[in-house]
Protein backbone atom coordinates (compact mmCIF):
# COMPACT_ATOMS: atom_id res chain seq x y z
CA UNK A 1 0.00 0.00 0.00
CA UNK A 2 1.28 3.39 -0.53
CA UNK A 3 2.31 5.39 2.15
CA UNK A 4 0.02 8.77 2.54
CA UNK A 5 2.03 10.12 4.75
CA UNK A 6 4.59 10.94 1.92
CA UNK A 7 3.98 14.50 0.76
CA UNK A 8 2.78 14.90 -2.88
CA UNK A 9 6.27 16.06 -4.63
CA UNK A 10 8.11 12.43 -3.09
CA UNK A 11 5.33 10.87 -4.38
CA UNK A 12 5.95 12.57 -7.70
CA UNK A 13 9.50 11.63 -7.09
CA UNK A 14 8.98 8.08 -7.02
CA UNK A 15 6.85 7.62 -9.79
CA UNK A 16 9.83 9.55 -11.98
CA UNK A 17 12.29 7.01 -10.66
CA UNK A 18 9.98 4.12 -11.37
CA UNK A 19 9.40 5.33 -15.00
CA UNK A 20 13.24 5.83 -15.47
CA UNK A 21 14.27 2.55 -14.55
CA UNK A 22 11.91 0.65 -17.42
CA UNK A 23 13.45 2.75 -20.21
CA UNK A 24 16.24 1.34 -22.29
CA UNK A 25 16.72 3.82 -25.05
CA UNK A 26 18.83 6.50 -24.56
CA UNK A 27 16.98 9.51 -26.33
CA UNK A 28 14.03 8.51 -24.15
CA UNK A 29 15.99 8.04 -21.05
CA UNK A 30 16.92 11.56 -21.41
CA UNK A 31 14.21 13.05 -22.29
CA UNK A 32 12.22 11.30 -19.62
CA UNK A 33 14.84 12.53 -16.87
CA UNK A 34 14.59 16.44 -17.75
CA UNK A 35 10.49 16.20 -17.49
CA UNK A 36 11.24 14.65 -14.14
CA UNK A 37 13.46 17.63 -12.80
CA UNK A 38 11.33 19.80 -14.20
CA UNK A 39 8.53 18.69 -12.39
CA UNK A 40 10.00 17.81 -9.06
CA UNK A 41 12.33 20.77 -8.98
CA UNK A 42 11.34 24.19 -8.27
CA UNK A 43 12.69 26.15 -11.35
CA UNK A 44 11.54 28.00 -14.35
CA UNK A 45 14.09 26.40 -17.08
CA UNK A 46 15.67 22.87 -17.03
CA UNK A 47 18.53 22.06 -20.18
CA UNK A 48 20.58 19.24 -20.14
CA UNK A 49 24.16 19.94 -22.10
CA UNK A 50 26.73 17.29 -22.91
CA UNK A 51 30.19 17.84 -22.93
CA UNK A 52 31.63 16.85 -26.48
CA UNK A 53 35.05 16.70 -27.44
CA UNK A 54 36.08 17.33 -31.62
CA UNK A 55 39.61 17.62 -32.55
CA UNK A 56 41.10 18.79 -28.87
CA UNK A 57 38.28 21.34 -28.27
CA UNK A 58 35.68 21.02 -25.98
CA UNK A 59 31.98 22.54 -26.58
CA UNK A 60 28.60 22.27 -25.08
CA UNK A 61 26.04 20.77 -26.77
CA UNK A 62 22.51 21.87 -25.32
CA UNK A 63 20.43 18.12 -26.25
CA UNK A 64 17.15 18.96 -24.06
CA UNK A 65 15.35 21.91 -22.30
CA UNK A 66 12.15 22.18 -20.19
CA UNK A 67 10.07 24.94 -19.23
CA UNK A 68 8.17 24.71 -15.66
CA UNK A 69 4.60 23.43 -17.26
CA UNK A 70 5.50 23.12 -20.68
CA UNK A 71 7.04 20.07 -22.93
CA UNK A 72 9.91 18.74 -23.16
CA UNK A 73 12.16 19.63 -26.27
CA UNK A 74 15.15 18.33 -28.72
CA UNK A 75 17.68 21.01 -29.16
CA UNK A 76 20.22 18.87 -31.10
CA UNK A 77 20.36 16.28 -33.70
CA UNK A 78 23.53 14.67 -32.77
CA UNK A 79 24.30 13.15 -35.50
CA UNK A 80 24.26 16.47 -37.69
CA UNK A 81 24.94 19.02 -35.67
CA UNK A 82 27.92 21.28 -36.47
CA UNK A 83 30.04 20.87 -33.20
CA UNK A 84 31.91 23.89 -34.05
CA UNK A 85 28.72 26.28 -33.70
CA UNK A 86 28.81 25.15 -30.58
CA UNK A 87 29.41 27.39 -27.10
CA UNK A 88 33.48 26.10 -26.60
CA UNK A 89 33.39 24.47 -22.70
CA UNK A 90 35.58 27.79 -21.65
CA UNK A 91 33.19 30.74 -22.19
CA UNK A 92 30.90 29.50 -19.37
CA UNK A 93 32.78 29.58 -15.83
CA UNK A 94 30.30 28.25 -14.46
CA UNK A 95 29.60 24.84 -15.67
CA UNK A 96 33.15 24.29 -16.36
CA UNK A 97 33.54 24.97 -12.69
CA UNK A 98 31.23 22.31 -11.91
CA UNK A 99 32.81 19.72 -14.22
CA UNK A 100 36.05 20.07 -12.49
CA UNK A 101 34.97 19.91 -9.27
CA UNK A 102 32.78 18.06 -9.91
CA UNK A 103 29.98 19.26 -7.61
CA UNK A 104 27.12 21.72 -8.01
CA UNK A 105 27.49 25.00 -8.04
CA UNK A 106 25.37 28.18 -8.61
CA UNK A 107 25.09 31.98 -9.13
CA UNK A 108 23.42 34.57 -7.97
CA UNK A 109 21.52 37.00 -10.25
CA UNK A 110 23.64 40.08 -11.43
CA UNK A 111 23.71 42.46 -13.94
CA UNK A 112 23.70 40.52 -16.78
CA UNK A 113 22.00 37.43 -15.31
CA UNK A 114 18.29 38.08 -14.21
CA UNK A 115 17.87 35.14 -12.58
CA UNK A 116 19.90 32.33 -10.07
CA UNK A 117 21.57 29.56 -12.23
CA UNK A 118 22.07 26.26 -10.60
CA UNK A 119 24.58 23.67 -12.77
CA UNK A 120 25.02 19.74 -11.51
CA UNK A 121 27.63 17.39 -13.33
CA UNK A 122 26.66 14.14 -14.91
CA UNK A 123 29.45 11.83 -14.15
CA UNK A 124 28.96 8.19 -14.72
CA UNK A 125 30.44 6.08 -12.64
CA UNK A 126 31.59 3.48 -14.32
CA UNK A 127 34.43 5.05 -15.68
CA UNK A 128 34.79 8.43 -13.91
CA UNK A 129 33.85 10.31 -17.12
CA UNK A 130 32.51 13.62 -17.74
CA UNK A 131 28.73 13.37 -19.73
CA UNK A 132 27.56 17.08 -19.31
CA UNK A 133 25.84 18.91 -16.93
CA UNK A 134 21.98 20.05 -16.35
CA UNK A 135 21.37 23.44 -15.65
CA UNK A 136 18.36 24.83 -13.69
CA UNK A 137 17.11 28.39 -13.85
CA UNK A 138 14.96 29.93 -11.45
CA UNK A 139 13.85 32.89 -9.51
CA UNK A 140 15.46 31.98 -5.99
CA UNK A 141 18.34 29.70 -5.02
CA UNK A 142 17.08 25.83 -4.92
CA UNK A 143 16.21 24.69 -1.83
CA UNK A 144 17.61 21.49 -0.23
CA UNK A 145 14.63 19.42 -0.99
CA UNK A 146 15.26 20.89 -4.71
CA UNK A 147 18.58 19.44 -4.58
CA UNK A 148 17.90 16.09 -3.22
CA UNK A 149 15.54 15.19 -5.94
CA UNK A 150 17.72 16.58 -8.20
CA UNK A 151 20.44 14.56 -7.06
CA UNK A 152 18.48 11.50 -6.63
CA UNK A 153 16.98 11.41 -10.26
CA UNK A 154 20.89 12.32 -11.79
CA UNK A 155 22.08 9.02 -9.64
CA UNK A 156 19.28 6.87 -11.48
CA UNK A 157 20.06 8.65 -14.93
CA UNK A 158 23.86 7.93 -14.41
CA UNK A 159 22.78 4.29 -13.37
CA UNK A 160 20.92 3.72 -16.29
CA UNK A 161 22.97 4.88 -18.64
CA UNK A 162 25.57 2.32 -17.47
CA UNK A 163 23.45 0.12 -17.52
CA UNK A 164 22.98 0.70 -21.67
CA UNK A 165 26.48 1.22 -21.73
CA UNK A 166 27.00 -2.75 -20.37
CA UNK A 167 24.99 -3.39 -22.65
CA UNK A 168 25.31 -1.55 -25.65
CA UNK A 169 29.40 -1.64 -25.79
CA UNK A 170 31.81 -3.90 -26.69
CA UNK A 171 33.43 -5.29 -23.01
CA UNK A 172 36.55 -5.17 -24.54
CA UNK A 173 37.22 -1.87 -26.62
CA UNK A 174 34.48 -0.17 -24.77
CA UNK A 175 33.18 1.11 -28.77
CA UNK A 176 29.79 0.63 -29.49
CA UNK A 177 28.92 -3.01 -30.38
CA UNK A 178 26.56 -4.70 -33.21
CA UNK A 179 23.57 -4.74 -31.04
CA UNK A 180 23.26 -1.08 -31.05
CA UNK A 181 24.49 -0.35 -34.78
CA UNK A 182 21.37 -1.35 -36.69
CA UNK A 183 19.20 1.92 -34.30
CA UNK A 184 22.07 4.25 -35.75
CA UNK A 185 21.93 2.86 -38.83
CA UNK A 186 18.83 3.71 -39.86
CA UNK A 187 18.94 7.34 -37.85
CA UNK A 188 21.19 8.17 -40.91
CA UNK A 189 18.45 8.18 -43.38
CA UNK A 190 17.08 11.47 -44.70
CA UNK A 191 13.39 10.90 -43.26
CA UNK A 192 14.74 10.85 -39.87
CA UNK A 193 16.22 14.25 -39.60
CA UNK A 194 15.19 16.19 -36.59
CA UNK A 195 13.59 20.01 -37.05
CA UNK A 196 14.58 22.49 -35.15
CA UNK A 197 12.06 22.56 -32.35
CA UNK A 198 10.13 25.75 -32.68
CA UNK A 199 9.82 26.50 -28.98
CA UNK A 200 13.18 26.41 -28.24
CA UNK A 201 15.22 29.25 -27.39
CA UNK A 202 17.70 30.35 -29.90
CA UNK A 203 20.68 30.57 -27.76
CA UNK A 204 20.13 26.60 -26.98
CA UNK A 205 19.75 25.91 -30.57
CA UNK A 206 23.03 24.28 -32.55
CA UNK A 207 22.94 24.72 -36.33
CA UNK A 208 22.40 21.68 -38.02
CA UNK A 209 24.35 20.58 -41.34
CA UNK A 210 22.63 18.37 -43.94
CA UNK A 211 25.55 15.93 -45.11
CA UNK A 212 25.68 12.50 -46.48
CA UNK A 213 26.77 9.33 -44.64
CA UNK A 214 29.20 6.71 -45.33
CA UNK A 215 29.83 3.07 -44.11
CA UNK A 216 33.22 1.70 -43.69
CA UNK A 217 34.73 -1.70 -42.81
CA UNK A 218 38.01 -1.84 -41.17
CA UNK A 219 39.93 -5.29 -41.19
CA UNK A 220 43.31 -5.16 -39.37
CA UNK A 221 45.87 -6.77 -41.40
CA UNK A 222 47.30 -10.38 -40.80
CA UNK A 223 45.80 -9.85 -37.15
CA UNK A 224 45.55 -13.71 -36.54
CA UNK A 225 49.26 -14.10 -36.92
CA UNK A 226 49.15 -11.81 -33.79
CA UNK A 227 47.36 -14.52 -31.54
CA UNK A 228 49.07 -16.97 -33.01
CA UNK A 229 52.44 -15.85 -32.14
CA UNK A 230 52.40 -13.38 -29.16
CA UNK A 231 48.97 -15.09 -28.31
CA UNK A 232 45.24 -13.90 -27.18
CA UNK A 233 46.47 -11.22 -24.81
CA UNK A 234 48.81 -9.45 -26.67
CA UNK A 235 46.11 -9.91 -29.49
CA UNK A 236 43.41 -8.12 -26.94
CA UNK A 237 45.78 -5.35 -26.06
CA UNK A 238 46.38 -4.73 -30.02
CA UNK A 239 42.26 -4.58 -30.60
CA UNK A 240 42.36 -1.96 -27.45
CA UNK A 241 44.81 0.18 -29.08
CA UNK A 242 43.13 0.15 -32.25
CA UNK A 243 40.16 0.64 -30.46
CA UNK A 244 41.73 3.91 -29.54
CA UNK A 245 43.66 5.23 -32.59
CA UNK A 246 39.84 4.97 -33.93
CA UNK A 247 38.61 7.24 -31.07
CA UNK A 248 41.11 10.01 -32.20
CA UNK A 249 41.46 9.68 -35.37
CA UNK A 250 37.55 10.48 -36.39
CA UNK A 251 34.92 13.18 -34.93
CA UNK A 252 32.73 13.09 -32.21
CA UNK A 253 29.88 13.19 -34.92
CA UNK A 254 30.97 9.88 -35.94
CA UNK A 255 30.62 6.90 -34.58
CA UNK A 256 33.08 3.47 -34.08
CA UNK A 257 31.44 0.11 -33.92
CA UNK A 258 33.31 -3.23 -32.76
CA UNK A 259 31.70 -6.14 -34.74
CA UNK A 260 33.69 -8.80 -33.38
CA UNK A 261 37.12 -10.25 -33.75
CA UNK A 262 39.44 -7.50 -35.77
CA UNK A 263 36.49 -6.26 -37.56
CA UNK A 264 35.17 -2.62 -37.04
CA UNK A 265 32.51 -0.30 -38.69
CA UNK A 266 32.57 3.24 -38.71
CA UNK A 267 29.87 5.67 -39.65
CA UNK A 268 30.79 8.79 -40.76
CA UNK A 269 29.04 12.10 -41.93
CA UNK A 270 30.72 13.63 -44.87
CA UNK A 271 29.74 16.06 -47.00
CA UNK A 272 31.31 13.83 -50.32
CA UNK A 273 33.22 11.06 -51.70
CA UNK A 274 36.58 12.78 -51.22
CA UNK A 275 36.30 14.38 -47.63
CA UNK A 276 35.31 10.18 -46.66
CA UNK A 277 37.96 8.93 -48.25
CA UNK A 278 40.42 11.65 -46.63
CA UNK A 279 38.56 10.87 -43.33
CA UNK A 280 39.50 7.26 -44.11
CA UNK A 281 42.52 7.65 -45.04
CA UNK A 282 44.02 9.50 -41.85
CA UNK A 283 43.01 6.91 -40.14
CA UNK A 284 44.84 4.46 -41.79
CA UNK A 285 48.18 6.89 -41.96
CA UNK A 286 47.92 6.97 -38.14
CA UNK A 287 47.59 2.89 -37.84
CA UNK A 288 50.52 2.33 -40.04
CA UNK A 289 52.42 4.79 -37.94
CA UNK A 290 51.54 3.53 -34.58
CA UNK A 291 54.06 1.06 -32.67
CA UNK A 292 51.95 -1.53 -31.38
CA UNK A 293 53.93 -2.58 -27.89
CA UNK A 294 55.73 -6.18 -28.58
CA UNK A 295 53.96 -6.66 -32.08
CA UNK A 296 55.31 -3.72 -33.84
CA UNK A 297 53.65 -2.13 -36.93
CA UNK A 298 50.08 -3.40 -37.86
CA UNK A 299 47.87 -2.17 -40.80
CA UNK A 300 44.26 -1.77 -41.87
CA UNK A 301 42.09 -2.56 -44.93
CA UNK A 302 39.17 -0.41 -45.28
CA UNK A 303 36.43 -0.56 -47.35
CA UNK A 304 33.62 2.15 -47.56
CA UNK A 305 30.39 2.69 -49.04
CA UNK A 306 27.44 5.41 -49.04
CA UNK A 307 24.65 4.79 -47.07
CA UNK A 308 21.18 5.38 -49.51
CA UNK A 309 17.91 6.11 -48.75
CA UNK A 310 16.35 3.03 -48.56
CA UNK A 311 19.52 1.10 -47.58
CA UNK A 312 19.54 -1.74 -45.24
CA UNK A 313 22.47 -2.29 -42.71
CA UNK A 314 23.23 -5.75 -44.23
CA UNK A 315 22.96 -4.45 -47.66
CA UNK A 316 25.41 -1.53 -46.77
CA UNK A 317 27.83 -3.53 -45.07
CA UNK A 318 28.20 -6.04 -47.80
CA UNK A 319 28.93 -3.53 -50.35
CA UNK A 320 31.71 -2.07 -48.14
CA UNK A 321 33.05 -5.71 -47.10
CA UNK A 322 33.55 -5.99 -50.69
CA UNK A 323 35.38 -3.53 -50.56
CA UNK A 324 37.62 -4.27 -48.04
CA UNK A 325 38.19 -7.83 -49.25
CA UNK A 326 39.14 -6.32 -52.74
CA UNK A 327 42.01 -4.13 -50.85
CA UNK A 328 42.97 -7.46 -49.08
CA UNK A 329 43.06 -9.16 -52.59
CA UNK A 330 45.60 -6.17 -53.56
CA UNK A 331 48.15 -5.64 -51.48
CA UNK A 332 46.19 -4.56 -47.75
CA UNK A 333 46.81 -1.38 -45.47
CA UNK A 334 44.81 0.71 -48.16
CA UNK A 335 41.61 2.19 -47.80
CA UNK A 336 38.59 1.07 -51.01
CA UNK A 337 35.74 2.98 -52.10
CA UNK A 338 33.23 0.68 -53.23
CA UNK A 339 31.57 3.09 -55.80
CA UNK A 340 35.02 3.82 -57.36
CA UNK A 341 35.80 0.29 -57.80
CA UNK A 342 32.95 -0.81 -59.64
CA UNK A 343 33.13 2.80 -61.68
CA UNK A 344 36.45 1.60 -62.59
CA UNK A 345 35.11 -2.12 -63.57
CA UNK A 346 37.05 -3.58 -60.46
CA UNK A 347 33.86 -5.19 -59.10
CA UNK A 348 30.53 -6.01 -60.27
CA UNK A 349 27.39 -4.17 -59.22
CA UNK A 350 25.65 -6.95 -58.22
CA UNK A 351 24.95 -5.48 -54.73
CA UNK A 352 21.75 -4.69 -53.45
CA UNK A 353 19.95 -1.63 -51.25
CA UNK A 354 17.56 -2.74 -48.73
CA UNK A 355 14.99 -5.72 -50.32
CA UNK A 356 15.73 -4.42 -53.79
CA UNK A 357 18.18 -5.89 -56.41
CA UNK A 358 19.59 -2.89 -58.31
CA UNK A 359 21.64 -4.58 -60.98
Same mark, same amino acid.
Given at each position: %??????????? *???????? !??????????????????????????? +? +????????????? %? @????????????????????????? %?????? @? !??????????????? @???????? &????????????????????????????????????????????????????????????? &???????????? /????? /?????? /???? =?????????????????????????????????? *???????? &???? &?????????????????????????????????????????? /???????????????????????????????????? =???????????? !????? *? !?????????????
Amino acid at each position: %MVNKTLEPRAL *LLIDHLVR !LSTLRDRDALLASMTRAMSETVSALEV +T +TYSLVVDEDKRYW %M @PLTVCRAGGNVEVVTDQLRVDVTTM %MPAESD @P !LRLRSVEGPDMVSSA @PSAGQDRW &RTVFPVVLSNENAIWGVVEFLSEQALSESDVVAATRLLRVFCNMLNVLDYSECDALTGLWN &RKSFEDLFFKTM /PSMET /PAAANV /PVEH =RAQQVHQIFWLAMVDIDHFKQVNDVFGHLIGDEV *LILVARLM &RTSF &RSHDRVFRFGGEEFVVVLRCADHASANAALGRFRRNMEAYDF /PQVGQKTASVGFTQIVQGDSPSAACERADQAVYYAK =RNGRNQVCSESD !LVARG *L !LKSDTKVGDIELF
